[in-house]
């Protein structure tokens, strides 16, 4: 029943009929998730706890028994100090139990908490029994629920059923890199082949959750997967040329770290598997927008000719590059803006700074991503004009 309606059995079967072929593919691609989501997980036997361990548990604050944290001028209003506080257990083992917890706090650590607050604490339990308690942070858990419900909320109200599909999609691509990329890195997988071949799954489900199986969508992903294997190449020509690869990372020292004890996660391509990344989501918008537009084109004159569709696709993307440009180049800065600060107030000699590692890094992340937005134009618009160029175009409907 529908509105009080009965189901039309016909209606089933236009809808089967249109969509048939996506839901197919869709089902394919979940099969396919399921047998790598698999072979990307070791089952492996829980670790017996020791006779000493640690949980980390929320708790409310309650009472503040002793408070010395106080702002310090030097450190731009940020506080120092320590709190001793008293919290009640909201989760685990001590749910219910009011603890002592200390609360150290600093410009750079911590935060400064007042009664009725919630907060993670890291409650350690000794092998005689004893527990004690402190402050790892404060509780986000509902802030960041918050927002992330604004971010829907809006996304559905002004995207309709387009918006709830890009949701999908969405949640689809956090899966795929959560659970399936980064446990097959884990395991050894190559860097570069595995982050590429996810990325290609994402871009194969995206548009068909968006669009369906079309001849829009089919140029859009193969313009999508063109635009960023041509970014990967950049990106290792031009880590050759500068004689870096991830190694030199800032953040890759934990990594390495793991590696050596026993992780066998390939590190040296994770500079271009950062790039192909970042790039996947502009060189997608890019790639559908010039798709869209020429089947559109293709529609209301098909007797266009295969050059033609090409020379407006290339028009069109024109206009789209310089700002998916401006707009990637801006991203990389802003991501690095409190380091770029420090190195400026340094002094560095120019030869310095263009030579230092970060540089080299920044402006691999930066061309290389920007590489495979610009020549995503050229590549979707010549296989759109070639799909479409010999079509015989539907009729436009009255």
């Not at 009640?88 to 607050?117: C, D, F, H, S, W």
């Not at 659970?179 to 595995?194: D, H, R, S, W, Y």
């Not at 001849?215 to 992903?221: D, E, G, H, I, L």
């Not at 691999?364 to 920007?370: D, H, K, T, V």
Request: charged residues 15%.
């Amino acid at each position: 029943m529908k509105n009080g309606k009965k189901i039309n059995p016909l209606d089933v079967r236009v809808w089967w009929g249109k969509n048939r072929l996506s839901c197919i593919i869709l089902a394919a691609a979940v099969v396919v998730f399921i047998i790598v989501r698999a072979l990307a997980v070791t089952h492996e036997q829980p670790q017996p706890r020791g006779e000493d361990y640690a949980e980390y548990e929320t708790a409310v604050i309650t009472d503040i028994l002793s408070d010395s944290t106080e702002p310090d001028a030097v450190s731009d209003g940020g506080y120092r100090g320590e709190q001793l506080l008293l919290a009640e257990i909201r989760t685990g083992q001590y749910k219910g139990e009011t603890m002592q917890v200390y609360n150290y706090v600093g410009p750079l650590y911590g935060q400064a908490l007042k009664t009725g607050q919630r907060a993670v604490v890291l409650i350690s339990t000794y092998s005689d029994g004893n527990h004690t308690a402190t402050v790892y942070e404060y509780d986000r858990a509902v802030g960041l629920a918050v927002i992330v419900g604004l971010f829907l909320l809006a996304t559905v109200a002004v995207g309709g059923k387009v918006g709830a599909k890009s949701l999908v999609a969405l949640a689809v691509t956090l899966v795929c890199l959560f659970f399936v990329m980064i446990p097959l890195l884990m395991k050894g997988a190559p860097t570069l082949l595995t982050v590429f071949l996810v990325c290609a799954y994402i871009t194969v489900v995206t548009m068909v959750i968006l669009g369906g199986v079309s001849s829009k969508t089919v140029c859009a992903a193969l313009g999508t997967i063109a635009g960023t294997a041509l970014a990967l190449l950049f990106g290792l020509l031009a880590q050759g040329l500068l004689r870096i690869d991830g190694l030199r990372l800032t953040d890759v020292e934990p990594l390495l770290q793991l590696r050596q004890t026993g992780t066998p996660l390939g590190l040296r391509g994770l500079l271009v598997a950062g790039v192909v990344i970042s790039a996947l989501g502009a060189v997608m918008d890019v790639a559908m927008s010039i798709s869209s537009a020429l089947t559109e084109v293709h529609t209301v004159a098909p007797d266009r000719s295969g050059k033609d569709l090409f020379r407006s696709g290339m028009n069109i993307g024109r206009d789209m590059v310089g700002t998916m440009t401006n707009t990637l180049i801006l991203a990389f800065l802003g991501s690095g803006l409190v380091f770029i600060i420090y190195l400026c107030s340094l002094g560095l000699d120019p030869r310095q700074l263009i030579s230092s590692p970060y540089m080299a890094t920044e402006v691999i992340s930066g061309i290389a991503s920007s590489i495979g937005v610009i020549l995503a134009v050229p590549l979707t618009a010549l296989i759109t004009s070639l799909l479409l160029g010999g079509k015989k175009a539907a009729p436009l409907a009255k």
